[in-house]
């Protein structure tokens, strides 16, 4: 098969055919064909788009091409949860363990930074010593011994996705529903979870910015896994504004600490909290979701959620001891306020160009050889509808290189809009996706 003539077709919308979808993904997962002909096909699609059945082939593909996870060791039913990806998101280190000390077991695959986004393996690996590589039967283990794992693909997990996720974070093609929804729900099944939930984010700081496309990466997914058996629902949940108010891999992994202590609290563990009592309902602990709500406050109230993190941390090979001082984790060297430029009510944040700016201190990648700083991001000092007074701190940024200060100190200016009125807050929770309904809470 030639592929330039595959891009071709895609190029003029043309819908490709299950063996051209078959050669694309083979040839991601085993390198015969080049980057530069799978980042034009990435493109093609993204300006083409793809039909559903080329969006259930694609995810296939990828996901036959390598390995698939056999949990079947494991008692009671794996349940897995993954977000599109937003700023300050660090749901999986909160839900994960207050689920698994609730019972569930939580066996997850999670993905590096892609784009203005953090990755839940950057964050877990900024935790002294801590891996994210296990063998499949080592995080079978894991997961039946203390009821989590979250670690990264191993090579012949999805080989596929991996290749084409790492271009898609380098090409400007992120922002694609078919090459989202295919990406994301080949993992899931890769990974032999036996029900998924999924945060599918919107607004200024997701990969979708408007209700309209959410709901439809949350129904092209779903649908993806109702045709493959498995159980799944989707969450569209908000994303204008950072989530939590870390935004950084140390200081996120600190955020989710705090939270589990009792010291912090806010849309973060409120969103957790959702998705948590859900997978509890998936998994056939909690009865409906106002019970899980409840055992997941009750592990967190009683430390158990806590413990099963350290518990997580040290069984990847971390320092635990993050989990009662903080102080462990990676440390900025300077840390500068954003002074607010006027007086009034925080309005409007361009949640991407936040994240951005966290990338460009040096939180996150851009081109694949790039190496993180653990320790760099910056910690929200507002949220929307704050009043605020001139020269008030907007963010405080966590730095290694103070020469980055001033053009982080304008960016971030510029990405928060202060206006002389109180603006109306916009909901946590949009809308919920299942095989039967939609259901829009707004």
């Known amino acids: 098969m030639n592929f330039v003539d595959v891009i071709l077709k895609k190029k003029a919308g043309e819908a490709l055919s299950p063996e051209e979808i078959r050669a694309f993904a083979r040839g991601a997962a085993d390198g015969s064909v080049p980057d530069y002909q799978l980042s034009a096909l990435l493109m093609a699609i993204c300006f083409q788009g793809m039909n559903a059945q080329e969006t259930a082939c694609l995810t296939m593909e990828m996901m036959h091409s390598g390995g698939v996870v056999d949990l079947s060791a494991i008692d009671g039913v794996c349940v897995d949860k993954h977000s599109t990806g937003g700023v300050g998101d660090t749901t999986t280190l909160v839900l994960v363990p207050l689920a698994a000390a609730c019972g569930a077991k939580v066996a997850k695959l999670s993905g590096r930074g892609l784009g203005h986004t953090g990755g839940t393996l950057d964050k877990l690996e900024s935790i002294p010593g801590c891996s994210v590589e296990k063998t499949q039967e080592e ?11 979250v670690i990264g693909q191993t090579q012949d ?18 922002g694609c529903v078919p090459l989202i929804a295919s990406s994301i729900v080949s993992k899931k099944l890769a990974s032999g979870a036996g029900a998924i939930i999924l945060d599918v984010k919107t607004g200024s700081g997701a990969l979708m910015h408007t209700l309209e496309e959410s709901i ?16 799944i629902l989707a969450l ?7 989530l939590g108010t870390h935004v950084g891999n140390a200081l996120e992994v600190k955020e989710a600490i705090d939270i589990l202590s009792g010291r912090a609290g806010g849309d973060l563990l409120a969103v957790s909290l959702e998705l948590g009592s859900r997978m509890l309902v998936a998994s056939g602990i909690a009865k409906d979701v106002a019970d899980g ?18 518990e997580m941390i040290e069984a990847q090979g971390g320092d635990g001891r993050v989990c009662e001082d903080v102080d462990y984790l990676p440390h900025a ?16 944040m361009d949640t991407t160009e936040i994240g ?13 050889t790039d190496v993180i700083d653990p320790a760099v991001g910056l910690v929200m000092r507002v949220r929307l509808g704050d009043a605020v007074a001139a020269g008030q701190p907007l963010a405080t940024l966590y730095l290694n290189k103070r020469e980055l200060a001033n053009e982080a100190i304008a960016r971030m200016q ?5 206006s002389p009125e109180r603006p109306a807050l916009p909901p946590l929770i949009y809308a919920a996706v299942s095989p039967e309904e939609t259901i829009r809470y707004v």
């Open 139 to 149: 995080f079978v283990e894991q997961v039946q011994r203390i009821g989590c794992a």
């Open 157 to 174: 997990l999805c080989p596929a996705d991996k290749a084409l996720y790492a271009l898609r974070d380098v090409t400007g093609t992120v």
């Open 216 to 231: 439809e990466l949350a129904r092209a997914m779903v649908d993806i896994g109702t045709q493959a058996g498995k159980p």
């Open 236 to 242: 569209v949940t908000g994303m204008d504004q950072p």
């Open 293 to 310: 709500k409840a055992r997941m406050r009750g592990a967190l109230e009683s430390g158990a959620g806590l413990e099963r993190l350290r």
């Open 333 to 348: 060297a300077y840390r500068i306020d954003v002074p607010a430029p006027r007086g009034g009510y925080v309005a409007k």
């Open 356 to 368: 951005y700016c966290a990338q460009d201190l040096g939180a996150g990648r851009k081109k694949k």
């Open 414 to 418: 510029r990405a928060i809009t202060v």
